[in-house]
């Protein structure tokens, strides 16, 4: 889904796709396409089970520049039993993880509550992290499209944003 931007501690969007070369080298596309969790991370966070890992691609060089067209050399195999095999099963396990969860959105104001149409903006964004469409999204002047949680985990996580009164 992302990468680490050198130097900042701060993740990124990866907006590219990998294209294998008969070198054995990947050349990036770059693509608009929304992303969602790859197999690896859709274990790790308790949705898929090991069975249904796909080998994953690493590079040795993480300082290889990224940008279109750019080639990435050194690329590594890695399988869903290599990293049991370093850190141990997910547990608890797909069968058992949590899939639906429960967020808030907390505002804190300082000088005074939010008027109605202040907090509609939030109820508004809250309730996308529900949706079971594709989303328009901008980012500066950047605008595409964006898979909210549900769509991003394949349909086997979601969110419920809704909060109501005792």
Known sequence: MGMSI????VGGNFPY???????????????QLPGEFT???????GFLPAAEVGPQIAFQDQSQQICHGCILRG???????????AEGRRNPDAARAQK??????????IERP???????LFDYFALRGEANEVLPVSSGLAKGTTKPFRLATRGIGSFDTTITKP
Do not use: C, H, K, W
């Not at 050198?6 to 501690?9: E, Y």
């Not at 197999?39 to 966070?45: C, E, H, I, K, N």
């Not at 639906?100 to 104001?109: E, L």
């Open 6 to 9: 050198p130097g900042s501690g």
């Open 17 to 31: 796709r990998l294209v294998s070369m008969a070198d054995g080298n990947y050349r990036l596309e770059a693509t």
């Open 39 to 45: 197999d690896l991370d859709l274990y790790l966070m």
């Open 75 to 85: 690329a590594v195999m890695i399988t869903v039993n290599d990293l049991i095999a």
């Open 100 to 109: 639906r969860f429960r967020v808030a959105t907390v505002v804190q104001t």
């Open 114 to 120: 939010l008027n109605d149409d202040e907090m509609a």
